[in-house]
């Protein structure tokens, strides 16, 4: 996998972001006739093609728009979706608490849009292995043409599976040779047996759900089991603050919650924590009229039109082709300064 061009002139098939009047951000693709047509006038893509990242350039009314390469954080907001996305807050406490390293072998179900499986992508590196499991053809389009887009390729080291973790899980790994799971899904405890099968003694599971009352159902499942240490959950909430002069305050709107996350680790064939024998003798804390409550219809799950979705596919092989245009453009580059005696 070759590193993603961090700096340089723009060319035409970059991904841009600009800011402009009032600070309004628009993302597009670099096209040689393209434009970008705005109520404050119209912004000429050649006009940034050759210019530095960071570059201030004016559209046809005079506006001053400021170009830069989107970070991955920026990118995983702009980008098309076709399910909802992992937000950077939340992706980045998933690589923190659950370890992702350098080289470590990760299964991540479902894959949504993509946005979770960049991050481990980049905290895995090129010599580590990740598997996404999708069970949906068109989100795993989305997804695939996403990463692409950022990335400029698709790595060698990610493999999208279109089926059901719990059926084809075991048939992509032998028995402990997984070293961390990451389930973003409506119901995680579907998995978790599969998931035990995988994992190596130690390894992580984690999930990432919207709900209190998933998050019950996943740490009584995962206690259940008796396969792994105590579950441990949490969220993450970021306040901005607004800094000028003097006038240092905490911004007025702030990303509360969007998910919690319970993590667990997995055990030796065999072993029984002592907390976990002391805790045998007591009743469950849930009754079977709870388990209802639990029913991932019950939980409630948002459904992308099909229309929308096939809109979404659109933008996102759109931007993956002009990812694909300007990797070729410096294939070719590179292969004229080779064959130049000159260079």
Same mark, same amino acid.
């Given at each position: ?78 980008? =098309?979706? &076709?399910?909802?996305?992992? $937000?950077?807050?939340? *992706?980045? #406490?998933?690589?923190?608490? +659950?370890?992702?390293?350098? @080289? ?96 190596? =003694?130690? &390894?992580?599971?984690?999930? $990432?759900?919207?709900? *209190?009352? #998933?998050?019950?159902?996943? +740490?009584?499942?995962?206690? @259940? ?107 070719? *580059? ?10």
């Amino acid at each position: 996998m070759t590193a993603q061009r961090p700096s340089g002139p723009f060319r035409e098939g970059d991904r841009v972001q600009l800011t402009g009047p009032k600070g309004r951000m628009h993302t597009i693709t670099l096209r040689e006739d393209g434009e970008l047509h705005t109520h404050h006038g119209v912004l000429r893509h050649r006009d940034l093609i050759g210019f530095p990242d960071g570059s201030v350039v004016e559209n046809s009314s005079g506006n001053e728009y400021l170009a830069l390469r989107p970070l991955l954080r920026d990118f995983v907001m702009s980008m =098309p979706r &076709g399910a909802a996305i992992v $937000y950077p807050k939340d *992706a980045a #406490q998933i690589v923190t608490q +659950a370890d992702i390293f350098p @080289g470590a072998t990760v299964v991540e179900a479902g894959v949504g849009s993509g946005a979770l499986s960049l991050s481990l992508l980049r905290a895995i590196g090129p010599t580590g292995r990740l598997v996404s499991f999708e069970r949906r053809d068109d989100f795993a389009e989305v997804a695939s043409a996403n990463v692409e887009t950022f990335l400029g390729e698709l790595p060698d080291s990610w493999r999208i599976v279109v089926g059901d973790l719990q059926q084809e899980l075991g048939a992509v790994f032998e028995p402990g040779t997984v070293d961390r799971v990451v389930l973003d899904m409506l119901a995680p405890w579907e998995c978790i047996d599969a998931v035990a099968e995988a994992l190596a =003694p130690g &390894g992580v599971v984690l999930c $990432y759900i919207a709900t *209190a009352t #998933q998050l019950s159902r996943v +740490a009584e499942y995962v206690r @259940g089991t008796g396969l792994f240490t105590e579950p441990e959950s949490s969220e993450t909430m970021v306040r901005g603050w607004h800094v000028e002069g003097l006038a240092v305050r905490p911004d007025h709107r702030m990303v509360a919650h969007t998910g919690f996350l319970i993590t667990a680790r997995r055990l030796a064939p065999g072993a029984i924590p002592p907390d976990v024998k002391r805790r045998a003798a007591k009743k469950p804390s849930y009754g079977d009229e709870d388990v209802e409550a639990w029913t991932p219809g019950a939980v409630g799950d948002r459904e992308i039109t099909d229309k929308n979705l096939r809109k979404r596919v659109r933008e996102a092989q759109r931007a993956a082709g002009g990812a694909r245009l300007a990797a070729s453009r410096d294939a070719d *580059a590179e292969g004229a300064e080779a064959g130049d005696p000159s260079a």
